[in-house]
């Protein structure tokens, strides 16, 4: 709705809020006439003299008197006994809004003046403050992208809360509605406390003799701690008072966590301090991305990125590409679930392994790190996990919920696990069958057995065989990952081979782990012991990289250090049989993992009938193997590969509507597709949010005709956080645009 047109709005209190209030009035021309109050002359006269208002009077009645708009912005104590001074002046249709920062005992203020609450009564709170106070430092771009909070009560008229929030708006902020209790009990958490905090520090600090000195060298930490503690005293003297019980509540949970911190630096409890701090770094680091709901990496998740990849280039040099996301996601539990500290090198830092890492911080694991790949994580054992506060967001990724599904399963606590938009669609029934088999309570949601995931603790599970029905190394590694705590064996048969890294990291770990051809067993009741890993570079995030170097002409780059686990070189074999030039050289293992260095030069690619064996081995490359197809001469068919219309995006359809829109002739079937090599044309690709799906059609620009713009590529920081510098680096002309 567009903001009513006010013909007089009325200001009681033109200080900080109230004078930028009346300046956005009037910069936005939703006033014709504003009228203030304010019980300092010299703030009277000099809110005329600037402006701020038409008039200035010291009685609130005069100010108020035919105003359509009512404006409170005195402290919040003043409320009571202003209300009862302007309640005969009110016009009885008038808005009557505040912009005091508690909420319970304005509202009760009115009631005790007006009994029944008049309908034009809408209280509210602008969170726009700063230390600075006075009719000075009032802007009429205060609000200007900050949240205000109404609180509506009962007597409300919807019509008038409706064209407060429309007001609120025309002045650029963004407006929220809360229940009068929950906006003071979550306010003395984040505001009231924080300064009565910073008030306290200050003070205690400047009675102490020493005073001086310890100002003078008081730099960084105490400024930035203390910048509120220059807030308007007056002000905050009746929140506390006003918001009494709820700063009361909030302060007695702190001072227990303080008295928790004092007594763990007396015992010097160091994995109770990294506790505290790495916990809180994370939150502090990523706490924007924590209230959206949405990631936790930097890369900025809920912005709109887009790629523009102009055609042509070639590719040379030596890279190396982070590291690998699934044995990232299974160093963070194993180390999690191990007794003792394991070090991590080369760990993902993207957001899927991301969320592992926060699932374990949320359920009492401290974690050092990351920091450029490295990882400390001080294990609790296998029965030593704690309650997650809330439920567990795992983001984007598969991988986190479904491996977690097991381990939840055996845990003596509830969980709930969320996911985006994304993961939300994906089948989580093929995890929590077999883990009901085992005496788990699981509950996936609505008929397609999707996220969120409910997982019941206290169950005791028993080992069980189990013949997949699916190739799918996420359902071997949740059922292995439930028989460590299983009563006996749980033996697990899978259909074709599929990564095998939970099995080869538990035996790091020290676990027994029994591999008769396609049947892996595990016997519950063992232990793991902490380790080192060294996460090799992911062939899945090396993939897009092969593909580019094959089909630029002139292209030879070396890729240092890439995991070649057997059960992953499935696009390796395919990009030879397709007549590819890769190299390998440098073959060692790292850690249980085979890795070496892989050079490839461009080739002329042809098409080729993908062997059906070779799908599970490249299940995560099929987004990239399709554009080498479409640079290939001939066909290429798969078939055998409908896992991947379950992937981050149905990847059949969502290729093929890509490869289309470059002119391309690819034609899906229902459990794989068939590519015609050609020229590629240029246009938009939508990549639903599908990080592989983003990065393989950036590469398809190096044989494009004209540029190839991607939507939604911001998903790429799940697995590939820099893929544009890489790429760039490489010889892809790869710009990235933010919308907003
Ligand atoms: C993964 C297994 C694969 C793969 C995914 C990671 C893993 O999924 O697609 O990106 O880490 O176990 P499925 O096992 O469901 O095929």
Known sequence: MTAPRIRKAAIIGLGLIGSSFARALREQKLADEITGSARSASTRALAEEIGVVDRAFAD????????????????????????RAIQGALRPDAILTDGGSTKGNVVAAARAVFGTLPAGFVPGHPIAGSEQSGVLAGRADLFLRHKVILTPVPES?????????????????????????RHDEVLARTSHLPHLLAFSLVDTLARESTNLDIFRYAAGGFRDFTRIAASDPLMWHDIFLGNKEAVLAALAVYTGELDFLRDAIARNDSDALLGIFTRA????????????????????KQKNI??????????????????????SHRSIMLGSLAEGVTEVTGFLEGEDALATLQAFRDMGVVIEGPQNGNLKIHG??????????????????????????????????????????????????????????MGAEIQTTGERGTPPVTVKGGKVLQGIRYDMPMASAQVKSSILLAGLWARGETVVTEPAPTRDHTERMLRGFGYEVKVEGATVTVAGGGKL?????????????????????????GSDITLQHVGINPTRIGVINILRAMGGDLTLSNEREVGGEPVADIRIRSARLKGIRIPEDQVPLAIDEFPSLFIAAACAEGETVLTGAEELRVKESDRIQVMADGLLTLGVDA???????????????????????????????????LRASGPIEIGEAATVATSFPDFPGLARRAGLALAVVEKD
């Open 60 to 83: 609130p009645v005069d100010a108020v008197r035919d105003a359509d708009l009512v404006f409170l912005a005195m402290p919040v104590q003043a409320t009571e006994a202003v209300l």
């Open 281 to 300: 770094k994370a939150a502090r680091d990523h706490f924007t991305h924590m209230l959206a709901g949405t990631a936790y990496a930097k890369a900025m």
């Open 157 to 181: 008229d919807p019509a008038a809360v409706a064209g407060v929030r429309a007001l609120w708006e025309a002045m650029g902020a963004e407006v929220l509605e809360m229940a009068v209790e």
């Open 380 to 437: 609790v054992g296998l029965n030593g996990l704690q309650p997650p506060p809330g439920a567990i967001y795992c983001g984007n990724s598969g991988t986190s919920m479904r491996l977690l599904s097991g381990i939840l399963a055996a845990q003596a606590f509830d969980t709930v696990m969320t996911g985006d938009p994304s993961l939300s669609k994906r089948p989580m029934e093929r995890v929590a069958k077999p883990l009901r088999q």
């Open 529 to 553: 012991t902490a380790t080192r890993i060294d996460v090799p570079a992911d062939i899945s995030s090396a993939a897009f990289f092969m593909v580019a170097a094959s089909i630029a002409e």
């Open 667 to 701: 034609r899906p079937t229902p459990d794989g597709i068939v590519i015609q090599g050609g020229p590629i044309g240029s246009g938009r690709i939508a990549s639903h949010g599908d990080h592989r799906i983003a990065m393989s059609f950036a590469i398809a620009a």
């Open 306 to 327: 887009e790629y523009v990849v102009q055609p042509g280039g070639k590719l040379t040099g030596t890279l190396r590409v982070p590291g690998d996301k699934s044995i």
